[in-house]
């Protein structure tokens, strides 16, 4: 017996509703069924995921859901949430499952900080009319400038990536998300001039003429990792960790394993893909720096390294030593960053702000003159042009969105991606669900979100009397937060406003 | 080519080794690492001790060490051969996809790990003497052989097989099962059962190469007593969930 109430009602309006069913053939949960006697439209609100996915698509708009009203007695220590875990776990005796980052209630603290603008003095700069430099490279950036015998500069960059904007597509896998989702992340990507990640399931074979725009991830489980998969894309990226889950490793059911995600992984169908927790060659720094120079080793030191970590407490210990391991670039991922399933405790109670995280990382490397060892992208939850602004700002070179890319491309947060039964055909490999997302469309959706993007940073920058990322990389004087205590603001190292 | 790496670091060793088509015989080695990462369509012979991640990602060459290797040997291999006369270290073979690894004597820690197979490409890594600890954990496809050849004791550390959930592991000892359960040699995830002679024909060709290749003459040892070690299921995490 399932002592739970569903959480979310279906309301159906019938003088609206006209029975056509596309309610119904729109849910993969079956959330909705028609009664033959009575001729009418039913639904079953346990089964429903709050994906909005009918109510959008109704064609009189006769369907809402709501947060069902029927709620246990008020407590402010027992949520419903919790009480619904609780049972949950008692019926099972499972570990609770969820998908998507970390909604519970901490501070944001993008949302407490204030960007500045010019007024009288170093008069603010209008975008449309003077010129304004988005591109970022990343990479290694040279300890000295060498000159040959005849005083010429000698090029000693090493390999870096070049993008027309600071923003990248995060690391999500083949299996994870559909085939038709990463279409629409590498034609965008692009289309932009930046770049989508392969995450950790290889690359199928259709995309490898995206590969100038491609980092091909090598994590844990190696899977999909070849000669040819490393030589593909314009950098390689190791995942040790992931700020959804840090500390543990990944896992995609056998059930996901099917067709063309099997010869993708170089698994067998059925078999579940696992992603240990560590990678069990890395015990150390100097073992981390082994992986890294046999990957540039593969590619003939041509590509860029990306460490991808999870900001943990400890993150800015941790960063200077993968500065010094040859790593070219750092990326780190804050506790908010979404997931495809994660344990919710660990989602939810593990890891740390990008925001304290990036600062943090920043000022280490600094104090410790090994910043332009590496670039920084920070994740973990940017969800708009301001965001961006205010991590470079904070100290990054460049930032990563996951979440935000998948919600342009029809993701309504329902966070059930675990289940595999996305109504929006981005997390879920069921031929009938993954059709739903054209990508034809979701492409021009990714460039649409990253066009705006662009042209509101090159508004907020203009505003600050700002003309290059270069410029505004790192420049705290920019920032001011609100509602923050000292050791907030020591630790972002900005002033509060009205300082 | 004969390569003295004598003085050469492993940037240098390995860039002389890839500037040539031809089959390389390296010479004086002293723990470059790297050595044949990546390498494909030639045969590297190393005369002495190559270093860490020997062979990583290795698509297609044979590598042959007269000498000892180090740990991390045909990291994410993906096909080729590599044969060791001596011992490795820790981690041999890791995520290992194709190809196979025969190594004469002993290995360390950690030895295939998360090895994985598809189709027809599916890796292989015999080992003569002893293993150490954590042997094919998170197993996933291929085959693991230990011969146990001069151990004194069972031929296998701690652990072996912790979360495998595909491929098979032979390890020749009379060592009954309950107590190498008992003795956490084995863990209660893994099935383990004496090999019947049907189940040897699988292995039969590698002892035979093995034997070849290190000049054992005609190996019997296919008649001798192998336990092999499965999965008890290919989906290990599937009940450790609740429901959506």
Not at chain 1, 20 to 44: L, P, R, Y
Not at chain 1, 479 to 496: C, Q, S, T, W
Request: with cysteine; aromatic share 6%.
């Amino acid at each position: 017996m399932n002592f739970i109430y569903p959480e979310y009602e279906i309301v159906r309006n019938h003088e609206k509703c006209t029975n056509c069913g596309i309610c119904k053939k729109e849910c993969a949960n079956e959330a909705h069924g028609f009664m033959e006697s009575a001729s009418k439209m039913t639904c079953d609100d346990a089964k429903c995921v709050n994906c909005h996915r009918c109510s959008v698509l109704c064609p009189t708009k006769a369907i809402k859901i709501i947060k069902s009203g029927n709620t246990y007695k008020e407590n402010t220590n027992w949520s419903n949430k919790t009480i619904n875990e609780i049972q949950r776990q008692a019926e099972s005796g499972g570990v609770l499952l969820s998908g998507m980052g970390n909604p519970e209630n901490y501070p944001v603290y993008f949302d407490k900080i204030l960007l500045n603008a010019s007024q009288v003095t170093n008069p603010s700069i209008d975008p449309l009319r003077e010129p304004m430099e988005s591109k970022v490279h990343l990479g290694a950036r040279p300890k000295k400038i060498e000159r040959d015998t005849d005083g010429k500069i000698k090029s000693n960059l090493k390999p870096q990536m070049f993008l027309s904007m600071p923003v990248m597509f995060s690391a999500m896998s083949y299996g994870s998300i559909s085939y038709n989702a990463h279409e629409s992340l590498a034609r965008a990507a692009t289309e932009l001039g930046v770049m989508y990640n392969t995450g950790e399931g290889g690359l199928h074979e259709n995309f490898y003429k995206y590969g100038k725009n491609t980092i091909v991830q090598v994590a844990s489980g190696r899977f999909g990792v070849h000669p040819t998969y490393l030589n593909s894309g314009s950098a390689i990226e190791i995942k040790m960790g992931q700020g959804g889950k840090p500390g543990i490793g990944g896992h995609l059911p056998g059930t996901k394993i099917v067709g063309d995600i099997s010869a993708t992984r170089m698994i067998p169908e059925g078999t579940d893909a696992i992603s240990p927790a560590p990678h069990h060659d890395i015990y150390s720094i100097e073992d981390l720096c082994q992986l890294i120079y046999s990957l540039k080793e593969v590619t003939n030191y041509t590509k860029p390294v990306i460490v991808k970590i999870a900001a943990v407490h400890n993150v800015a210990a941790i960063a200077s030593g993968i500065a010094r391991s040859g790593a070219d670039i750092i990326a780190l991922d804050g506790f908010r960053g979404g997931t495809g399933a994660a344990p919710t405790r660990i989602r939810d109670n593990v890891g740390l702000p990008i925001e304290l995280a990036l600062a943090c990382v920043d000022d280490r490397l600094r104090d410790e003159g090994i910043r332009n060892n590496v670039s920084i992208i920070a994740g973990g939850s940017i969800r708009s042009s301001a965001d961006v602004v205010k991590a470079i700002a904070l100290g990054a070179d460049c930032v990563y969105i996951g979440s935000a890319a998948l919600i342009a491309l029809g993701c309504h947060l329902c966070r059930t991606c675990h289940a595999g039964n996305c109504n929006w055909g981005i997390a879920t490999q069921i031929p009938e669900l993954t059709k739903r997302l054209n990508p034809e469309v979701g492409y021009k959706r990714l460039v649409n979100l990253m066009t705006a993007w662009r042209n509101e940073i090159k508004e907020m920058m203009g505003g600050m009397g700002i003309n290059a990322i270069e410029s505004l990389k790192g420049n705290r004087l920019m920032l001011r937060g609100v509602g923050m205590n000292e050791k907030e603001l020591e630790i972002l190292g900005i002033k509060h406003a009205g300082e | 080519m004969v390569i003295s790496a004598a003085q050469l670091g492993f940037r240098e060793l390995n860039e002389k080794i890839k500037s040539t088509s031809e089959d390389a015989c390296i010479n004086d080695c002293y723990g470059q690492r790297f050595i044949a990462c990546g390498a494909s369509d030639k045969t590297i012979t190393i005369n002495g001790t190559p270093g860490n991640a020997l062979g990583a990602y290795l698509d297609g060459a044979l590598v042959q060490v007269n000498g000892n290797a180090q740990d991390a040997v045909g990291d994410t291999m993906n096909g080729g051969k590599i044969v060791i006369h001596g011992n490795v270290g820790d981690a041999l073979g890791y995520s290992m996809r194709g190809g196979e690894i025969y190594v004469k004597g002993d290995a360390g820690y950690r030895t295939g790990i998360h090895m994985k197979q598809y189709k027809e490409i599916k890796p292989v890594i015999v080992i003569g003497g002893s293993v150490g600890s954590f042997l094919g954990e998170y197993l996933a496809g291929g085959i693991i052989i230990v011969l146990g050849l001069g151990a004194e004791d069972i031929p296998m550390g701690h652990f072996t097989g912790t979360g495998m959930h595909g491929g098979r592991i032979y390890i020749r000892t009379n060592a009954e099962v309950d107590s190498l359960l008992a003795e956490n040699l084995l863990v209660t995830q893994v099935i383990a059962e004496e090999a019947t002679p049907e189940e040897l024909t699988e292995i039969e060709s590698y002892i035979s190469e093995f034997a070849a290749l290190f000049g054992m003459g005609e190996a019997k040892l296919a008649n001798d007593r192998f336990l092999l070690l499965r999965p008890n299921t290919n989906n290990p995490y599937k009940q450790l969930y609740t429901k959506i």
